[in-house]
C-alpha cells in the first residue's frame, strides 16, 4: 500500500527556518519525479520545487529560489525541503507528491499530474 508522510512543519518566526521530510512506503521515491507543492488559505495549491529521479536535477518557482532547497535521501525514500528566510507570505501547508508518469521533472508543475499525496505539514511564519 502506498503512502506519502509530510513532516516537519511548525511556527516560525520571520526569517527563520525550518525543514521538512516527505518520506514514501509502498514505493520507492527514487523511482519518480517528487514535487513539494503548498497552499494557503484562500488560495490555489501551487507546485514550488521538483527533483527529477533520472538525475536528482531540481527546478524552483521564482518565489522560493535562493531560499529553499530540495534533497533526498534514497536509502531512506526521503525527500527534504529545507526552508530558510522563511516571510509570513510562506505560511501554507506544503504538501509532497509523487508523479508517477515521470522520472524527470516538468517545470512549471503540472499538477494533475501528481498522482501519490501525503496529507501535508503546517507552516506558519509569524511576522
Known amino acids: 500500500q502506498v503512502h506519502v508522510v509530510e513532516s516537519g512543519g511548525g511556527l516560525v518566526q520571520a526569517g527563520g527556518s525550518l525543514r521538512l521530510s516527505c518520506t514514501a512506503s509502498g514505493f520507492s521515491m527514487d523511482d519518480y519525479a517528487v514535487a513539494w507543492f503548498r497552499q494557503a488559505p484562500g488560495k490555489e495549491r501551487e507546485g514550488i520545487v521538483c527533483?527529477?529521479?533520472?538525475?536528482?536535477?531540481?527546478s524552483y518557482e521564482d518565489s522560493v529560489k535562493g531560499r529553499f532547497t530540495v534533497s533526498k535521501d534514497n536509502a531512506k525514500d526521503t525527500v527534504y525541503l529545507q526552508m530558510n528566510s522563511l516571510s509570513p507570505e510562506d505560511t501554507a501547508k506544503y504538501h509532497c507528491?509523487?508523479?508517477?508518469?515521470?522520472?524527470?521533472?516538468?517545470?512549471?508543475?503540472?499538477?494533475?499530474?501528481?498522482?501519490?499525496w501525503g496529507q501535508g505539514t503546517q507552516v506558519t511564519v509569524s511576522s
Open positions: 507528491a509523487a508523479n508517477t508518469m515521470r522520472r524527470r521533472c516538468v517545470f512549471p508543475i503540472i499538477l494533475h499530474e501528481y498522482n501519490y
Open positions: 527533483i527529477s529521479s533520472s538525475n536528482g536535477s531540481t
